[in-house]
């Protein structure tokens, strides 16, 4: 299940009800777009934290996690959705973890004007990524013959728990319940910190750097296509980011086009080089035809949210028959799908699309510690594919993904 975040618009002021995964805000009443952008994860508190008067109160941090951890093992790859908030504070009497109070309640932003006190993070983010990974019982018996573990589609951030201070207790502010005596928090430092400005969020208008034209996009997309020069941006740190991207061919009717990273490296662990090197490799029942000797080697990427399953089987398929693919520069049209997963994402999947594609494990999971991408080019290409019913193929590749599966990975 999804939170959601009331923020307002930094134009006009007016409220908007975003998703978690949305970056991206277009105002009902003013009609400006504005990418949100922030130093770390973003950062929200339950409600009640602004009913405290003026003395403020104190917030205590969780960090939430919501996507798939995958794992790669002698077991073979395993995987789960999963969805937690963890306590990033060992201060006594605090709750593990929220429960469904974030999905159940709208979040707001931090407040940088409200004199709160904020409890410091003292247990790592890896330390907390390492129990979720517990929680969805990945790894927790595995000793040895682990090999790769990665996490994608994640939504990382901070949720904090706005804490009162009634007759020498701590009580939890959201329902009144009962934390832990003042003593008890003696040792802990719990007059806390103040607001650091780094949390805040900043907003970057959606108007193209190269001509100017206002882009669009939906909530969650992490690319922006110029419909007037079609050029392809991402937010980076610094602000856009150019995006190389590329159209495969497609019949003039297609009704949708999916978006894949096309991630162009060489892995000297394992002296896969070209598509050649890496069909030999992975012990594929195939031989090499002539000219894959010269093709440089890519692993597809979706570039969308999806079950775990769906994913790895829509990337391994599209990477094994990109041979019959020939992507070229296009034009932006409105049947193309939003690309949902960032590119820094897409490249932390390599591992496990080389993992996926592999015929004979033993040629290929031992050795994933030790694979290391080099001379890495990325490239967004947009798929074109047809109407199935149910489905939605891509012609060339075969690749199909479940029309219900595409709109469900949305919400993942």
């Not at 130093?39 to 941090?61: D, I, K, T």
């Not at 006190?117 to 003292?122: E, V």
């Not at 890896?126 to 994640?154: D, F, P, Q, S």
């Not at 978006?259 to 000297?268: D, G, L, Q, S, V």
Request: glycine share 10%; net charge neutral.
């Amino acid at each position: 299940m999804n939170i959601r975040i009331t923020q307002g618009c930094p134009q006009c002021g007016a409220p908007a009800d975003l998703d978690e995964a949305d970056q991206l805000l277009t105002c009902a009443f003013c009609g400006t777009r504005n990418y949100l952008q922030a130093q770390g994860p973003f950062r929200y508190v339950l409600p009640l934290a602004g009913q405290s008067g003026g003395e403020g109160m104190l917030l205590a941090p969780y960090l939430r996690f919501k996507g798939t951890i995958y794992l790669v093992s002698d077991q073979g790859i395993d995987h789960r959705v999963i969805d937690t908030t963890q306590a990033a504070n060992p201060m006594p009497g605090l709750p593990p973890s929220l429960g469904l109070r974030p999905q159940a309640m709208g979040l707001h932003r931090l407040d940088p004007w409200a004199p709160h006190r904020y409890l410091p993070q003292s247990i790592g983010a890896n330390a907390i990524l390492e129990k979720a990974a517990a929680v969805g019982n990945l790894g927790g018996t595995l000793k040895e013959g682990l090999y790769h573990r990665a996490y994608i589609g994640e939504n990382l951030s901070y949720i904090y728990l706005p804490i009162s201070i009634r007759s020498g207790a701590l009580v939890d502010a959201v329902n009144g319940s009962h934390l832990s005596e003042l003593e008890e928090a003696a040792e802990q430092v719990i007059e806390g910190q103040a607001y650091n400005p780094s949390w805040g969020v900043r907003f970057l208008a959606t108007l193209c750097p190269r001509c100017g034209a206002t882009m669009e996009g939906a909530g969650d997309s992490r690319v922006l296509l110029c419909g007037n020069c079609h050029g392809g941006w991402a937010l980076g740190a610094e602000g856009l980011n150019r995006v190389d991207w590329r159209l495969q061919p497609g019949e003039k009717n297609t009704a949708l086009y999916l978006p894949f990273w096309r991630i162009t490296a060489h892995i000297p662990a394992l002296s896969i080089y070209s598509f050649a090197d890496f069909v030999e490799r992975t012990n594929q029942p195939m031989l090499p035809r002539p000219g894959w000797r010269e093709r440089a080697m890519s692993f597809w990427i979706p570039a969308i949210k999806l079950r775990p399953k769906i994913f790895l089987q829509a990337g391994r398929q599209v990477t094994l028959g990109q041979w019959l693919l020939n992507p070229e520069e296009g034009r932006v049209a409105n049947t193309f799908y939003p690309a949902t997963l960032p590119v820094t994402e897409a490249r932390q999947a390599v591992k496990l699309i080389l993992a996926a594609s592999a015929a004979s494990p033993r040629r290929v999971y031992p050795y994933l510690p030790q694979v290391r991408l080099s001379e890495t080019v990325a490239q967004l290409v947009y798929l074109p594919c047809v109407d199935r019913g149910h489905d939605w193929v891509q012609p060339e590749t075969g690749m199909t993904i479940a029309k219900n599966i595409l709109n469900f990975g949305r919400s993942l």
